[in-house]
């Protein structure tokens, strides 16, 4: 009798090792692999395709304990995103971080993009929305019109930097957070400033756009800015090459020519006076605070010094401007660059 009460408990013991050991395999136990590094789970997306996901692209060992503890734990409510995974992982954590939408944030970092097209393109690599879906945003009329903007200008609301940004979200939601950056951007100190010279932020940002094309050089961005400033101030049409070149839409030129400037567009400042209707790339926040923070000169021309140094030659008037020019175009053809 005594043998029996001992193999029971023996029985008992091991049955009670088996199933924790079990359990633990099943919930604690390491079920990631390496084979990926996210789990993108796209919008719309119900528990079935999550599984088939992670079957297809092996990212768990044993996919059936994992079905088996994502049905224990009641996962059942899908939420969309860009998810970090770790090799050696346990069902328990990876689903918790699945019910809890805990979802790592992508770097959103974006700069010096002239048209609407390449901002879009880089939304459609890095998050889920693709290029076509964010294009119709910013051309859309009625959309930019609920925030006081155009089609045309509606690139100025994006100010250069590096934002975190959740990969599901969408185009609206992208827009609104970076319209928020922007709002706190513009503070007091610098609505003031532009107002001091009668510009809009909107028309602060054009014209930093059109600066930053000019300068190779931060130093030389406060310089630039007063020579525009001084053209606007006297009527005069800006004359700035990279907005013809904007207007062409062909940015391997590196020599405008005579016939360029007869280019028929609303950005080719040869043409028309003032500023184009919206900027011609996205400006540095260096470009536009030198607007704001302008030097106070009497300059009205500049052309790019002969030695291709990058600077640029200023002048007062037209017959220094005809010299510094003309020493351009003489190096410029001493080089061989027609176009």
């Not at 207007?247 to 280019?263: C, E, G, P, W, Y």
């Not at 106070?296 to 030659?313: L, R, T």
């Not at 037209?318 to 027609?338: D, P, S, T, V």
Request: net charge positive; aromatic share 12%; proline share 4%.
């Amino acid at each position: 009798m005594k043998k029996f009460w001992i193999a029971l408990i023996v029985i008992v013991v091991l049955s009670l090792i088996g199933t924790g050991v079990f359990y633990y395999l099943r919930f604690m136990g390491p079920n990631v692999t390496d084979n990926q590094d996210y789990l993108y789970i796209k919008t719309g997306s119900n528990i079935d395709d999550v599984y088939k996901t992670i079957e297809e692209k092996g990212i768990v060992n044993d996919t059936n304990s994992f079905l088996q503890a994502a049905q224990s734990m009641k996962y059942h409510t899908v939420k969309p995103g860009k998810y970090r995974l770790t090799a050696g992982m346990s069902n328990r954590a990876f689903i918790n971080m699945l019910k809890a939408g805990n979802q790592e944030a992508v770097k959103f970092s974006f700069h010096n993009f002239r048209l609407k097209e390449q901002f879009a393109g880089y939304v459609g690599k890095n998050l889920e929305p693709d290029s076509a879906s964010m294009l119709a945003l910013l051309d859309s009329a009625k959309f930019a019109e609920q925030y006081g903007l155009t089609t045309d200008n509606i690139y100025t609301v994006f100010i250069p930097n590096t934002y975190q940004i959740y990969w599901n979200t969408t185009p609206e939601k992208l827009f609104k957070r970076l319209y928020a950056n922007y709002e706190k951007f513009w503070t007091a100190e610098r609505k003031q400033k532009a107002a001091a010279i009668n510009l809009t932020p909107q028309e602060v940002y054009i014209l930093a756009s059109i600066v930053d094309s000019e300068a190779l050089f931060d130093s030389e961005m406060p310089t630039i800015a007063g020579l525009y400033l001084n053209r606007l101030r006297k009527g005069q049409k800006l004359e700035s090459d990279p907005t013809v070149i904007f207007a062409i839409k062909d940015f391997t030129i590196k020599r405008v020519l005579k016939r360029d400037l007869l280019t028929n567009s609303p950005y080719n400042t040869y043409l028309y006076k003032g500023l184009p209707p919206g900027p011609i790339m996205m400006p540095s926040i260096a470009a536009i605070d030198a607007v704001l923070n302008y030097e106070h000169n009497d300059y009205i021309y500049m052309v790019a010094k002969e030695d291709f140094s990058g600077h640029h030659n200023f002048a007062k008037d037209e017959a220094g401007h005809k010299e510094n020019a003309r020493k351009y175009h003489e190096a410029l053809n001493q080089r061989n660059i027609k176009r």
